[in-house]
């Protein structure tokens, strides 16, 4: 497991990589912060939720009697995040 802090740092630095990329490109500074912070927020999105499916793929075919109970549970949490942002 990577420290929290490596991956922090590991961030900033795509951050900053990917603002200079977005000026370059002829983007205003404010613009190219917003564009960048979004793209890194996609990507750590992407990533987490490819973690999740192969999680459940592992649970599926290794651990049957637990993949219902964690489908359920995956669905309870969405179902609650839900609820949390229509109120």
């Known amino acids: ?16 990589a990917l603002m200079a990329q977005f ?3 002829g983007h ?4 190219a ?11 750590d999105l992407e990533l987490r939720n490819a973690q999740l499916n192969q999680l459940l793929g592992w649970l599926q075919q290794e ?8 489908i359920a549970r995956v669905e309870a949490t969405r179902e609650e995040f ?5 109120h």
Not at 33 to 43: D, G, K, L, N, P
Not at 63 to 70: C, E, F, K, L, T
Request: glycine share 2%.
């Open 33 to 43: 912060q917003y564009m960048a912070t979004s793209a890194i927020f996609q990507t």
């Open 82 to 86: 839900e609820n949390r942002v229509q």
């Open 23 to 25: 000026v370059k490109q």
């Open 1 to 16: 497991m990577i420290p929290e802090s490596t991956k922090d740092e590991v961030r900033q630095q795509a951050l900053v």
């Open 28 to 31: 205003p500074d404010q613009y």
């Open 63 to 70: 651990h049957p009697a637990v993949y219902s109970g964690a």
